[in-house]
Structures are given as C-alpha cells and as structure tokens.
C-alpha cells in the first residue's frame, strides 16, 4: 500500500467509527422508546423528544447506558410481566405490559419508591441510585391527584 493510500485507508476507517455518532440524532429513540416516552408523559414541554435520549436513556430498563441484552430490575420486572400475562392467555402490546406492571404498584429496584412513583417523577425505577427526592406520602399524594396510575394507560393509536 503507498503511503497515500494508506492515508486514505486511515481515513475512511475513522468515518466508518464515527458514522454511528453521526448518524444517531436521527434514530434517537428505539420503537419501543418512541411508545413507552408518551405514554410515560416524560415527552410534555419537550417538542424534540424524539430527538433526545435523555428523555428516557436506555438505563430505564438496561443496564448498561447503550443498551444491550442485561435488563435491569424494572427491565426484568417487565419482562417477567410479559410471561406471566402469556402464561395466562393474555398476550399483551408493549404498552399494556407497561401499564400492567405500573398498576401492580411493585417496586423494582427496591429504594421505597413504587415503580409508577419513579415514573411520576421522571427518576429511573430500575436503578435504586435514582429516586425522587420528595417523600413518598407526599408524592403518592400528588401522584393520586394527577390521576394515578390511569395517566399511564396506553395511548390511544392517532385516527
Ligand atoms: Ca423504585
């Protein structure tokens, strides 16, 4: 290879490595990110949610912060939702295991806080290192007022 070409080896195969960073604002939110974000209200007063991982990070299910197949507590418990319900006979969307899990009032994660809390807070259920800083009866009571674990039901497909 002349030093020339080498060069340019070089330098498509830096492009190469960097084409997935470039190329992420686009595919910000996996599918089942872009159903579980509204659903969760964790969109309101963001008009470029879509385009924002913050919004709701891979580690609200994974463990690690890119994703991947190592689920955390919550992304288990979610999980577990599925089969159980099938066990049943009850094949459900993700956004009805979603809202399943949120309406049996568990906590993942352990840290006091039920899952539907953290989601009200917009902390992460499934990383005990995360969870709101106001007290739970006083969160709860907001929680209630806002309508509880109703304002997670699934969202109703756009006519
Ligand atoms: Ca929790």
């Known amino acids: 290879m002349t030093?020339?070409?080498?060069?340019?080896?070089?330098?498509?195969?830096?492009?190469?490595?960097?084409?997935?960073?470039l190329v992420s604002p686009?595919?910000?939110l996996p599918k089942y990110r872009?159903?579980?974000?509204?659903?969760?209200?964790?969109?309101?007063g963001n008009a470029l949610w879509a385009l924002d991982r913050r919004v709701m990070p891979c580690t609200y299910c994974h463990v690690?912060?890119?994703g991947g197949p190592a689920w955390n507590p919550f992304g288990q418990a979610l999980q577990q939702t599925f089969a159980t319900e099938a066990a049943a006979g009850r094949h459900l969307t993700f956004p009805q295991?979603?809202?399943t899990l949120l309406a049996a009032g568990t906590d993942a994660d352990e840290d006091?806080?039920?899952?539907?809390?953290?989601v009200f807070a917009k902390t992460l259920p499934g990383d005990p290192d995360s969870k709101p800083e106001t007290?739970?009866?006083?969160?709860?009571?907001?929680?209630e007022k806002a309508g509880g674990v109703t304002q997670y039901q699934p969202l109703k497909k756009p006519k």
């Open 3 to 21: 030093p020339s070409l080498r060069v340019a080896a070089g330098v498509l195969g830096a492009l190469v490595l960097a084409a997935p960073a």
């Open 26 to 28: 686009a595919l910000a």
């Open 34 to 44: 872009t159903q579980a974000a509204p659903q969760l209200h964790l969109t309101e």
């Open 64 to 66: 690690d912060p890119t």
């Open 97 to 99: 295991a979603l809202h």
């Open 112 to 118: 006091r806080y039920a899952d539907a809390l953290e």
């Open 135 to 143: 007290p739970v009866d006083e969160l709860t009571t907001a929680f």
